[in-house]
């Protein structure tokens, strides 16, 4: 029953939470900076090294 409890006021701080954030994630996005297309490259190359190093380890396993 306590489980219970823990799940449900967990439940409420995370919505609580949400609303609380929201206007402040949506001025964000409409007045936020704007990324280039080199932004985008230079976030892509360590994400592909990351995706890359997790295929790896998966076929390591294997």
């Known amino acids: 029953?306590?489980?219970l409890w823990l799940k449900i006021g967990s439940?409420?701080?995370?919505?609580l939470m949400v609303i609380l954030l929201?206007?402040?994630a949506m001025e964000l996005l409409r007045n936020g900076p704007r990324g280039t297309a080199e932004d985008?490259?230079?976030a892509l190359v360590p994400l592909a090294l990351v995706v890359g190093f997790v295929v790896?380890?998966?076929?390591?396993v294997r």
Not at 11 to 15: K, N, P, S, T, W
Not at 56 to 60: E, H, P, V
């Open 56 to 60: 790896l380890l998966i076929l390591m």
């Open 1 to 3: 029953m306590d489980s």
């Open 22 to 24: 929201w206007p402040r």
């Open 11 to 15: 439940a409420l701080l995370m919505g």
């Open 40 to 42: 985008w490259k230079a």
